[in-house]
């Protein structure tokens, strides 16, 4: 019985022709994706006929397993699988830096008028009873206008005032205007040639009086292009106070 079990076996190898294609296609197709599986009938069970059989098969899957194997090994070799590269992120743009509310980027904030008044210790200084003065060249003066200022403090009311600035006529100097920080309504104001100088008065009138505390006068000029010396210039300030008349003067350095 085991010998011709054995010859069949033989037989049936010899006379089995594998279909390369198919078998190549299906191998393909397992390296392609998840093998499906089928559902396989099962075998009646019935004796020796049985056993044959499964004999049989079992001969056949070895005998097909060999050709399979000799088959993925004649398949041309891939090269390996390089994964899609992933996409760099776009650059952002470059923070804005956003301007100061109320500017224009780019611009040059200007310093307040304020800012331009003089302090104690950058201007000429002259003190006489209850009067103290300073007087210095704005610096916001430019190389055809310019402005003087005056800062005078009376630690007294004063009930007779009179203020000169005296801008020399260093060449086209030519009056653009003046202002004070007490009121116009309380002073008679001139501006002339006199002597070489452009000269700006104000005159307490009749009846008014000058609070104590800190006041500001200012001449305003133009001039010839260029930078303007004020070596020239100065001021006197006469007052009649309750200890008595007092008198400052002094000249104008420049501003800071």
């Known amino acids: 019985m085991n010998e011709e079990i054995a010859r069949r076996l033989r037989e049936a190898a010899e006379a089995h022709q594998p279909d390369r294609a198919r078998m190549l296609a299906r191998v393909q197709r397992g390296m392609?994706?998840?093998?499906?599986?089928?559902?396989?009938r099962p075998l009646?069970?019935?004796?020796?006929?049985?056993?044959?059989?499964?004999?049989?098969?079992?001969?056949?899957?070895?005998?097909?397993?060999?050709?399979?194997?000799?088959?993925?090994?004649?398949?041309p070799t891939s090269g390996p699988v390089t994964a899609p590269a992933t996409p760099s992120?776009?650059?952002?743009?470059a923070p804005v830096t956003p301007s100061p509310a109320g500017t224009t980027a780019g611009a040059v904030p200007v310093a307040p008028p304020s800012s331009a008044r003089p302090s104690a210790?950058?201007?000429?200084?002259?003190?006489?009873?209850?009067?103290?003065?300073?007087?210095?060249?704005s610096p916001h003066s430019t190389v055809y206008w310019a402005e003087s200022d005056l800062v005078l403090r009376t630690g007294a009311p004063l009930t007779a005032l009179t203020v000169e600035l005296r801008?020399?006529?260093?060449?086209?100097?030519?009056?653009?205007g003046d202002w004070q920080t007490l009121s116009g309504n309380?002073?008679?104001?001139?501006?002339?040639?006199?002597?070489?100088?452009l000269?700006?008065?104000?005159?307490?009138?009749?009846?008014?009086?000058?609070?104590?505390?800190?006041?500001?006068?200012?001449?305003?000029?133009?001039?010839?292009?260029?930078?303007?010396?004020?070596a020239g210039d100065g001021y006197r300030v006469d007052a009649q106070g309750p200890g008595g008349p007092a008198a400052v003067g002094g000249g104008f350095v420049p501003g800071r």
Do not use: C, M
């Open 32 to 40: 392609a994706g998840p093998a499906v599986r089928h559902r396989v």
């Open 89 to 93: 992120p776009s650059p952002s743009a």
């Open 44 to 75: 009646k069970r019935s004796g020796p006929r049985f056993a044959l059989g499964a004999v049989v098969t079992a001969g056949l899957l070895a005998t097909g397993g060999l050709a399979v194997a000799g088959i993925v090994h004649t398949l």
């Open 121 to 137: 210790s950058a201007t000429a200084q002259a003190q006489n009873g209850p009067l103290w003065s300073a007087g210095s060249v």
């Open 186 to 197: 309380d002073f008679t104001v001139t501006v002339q040639d006199s002597g070489g100088s």
């Open 199 to 230: 000269v700006y008065r104000w005159v307490l009138k009749p009846g008014r009086t000058v609070p104590a505390g800190q006041h500001e006068f200012a001449a305003q000029y133009n001039h010839a292009t260029g930078t303007r010396s004020a």
């Open 167 to 176: 801008i020399a006529q260093t060449g086209n100097v030519q009056s653009t």
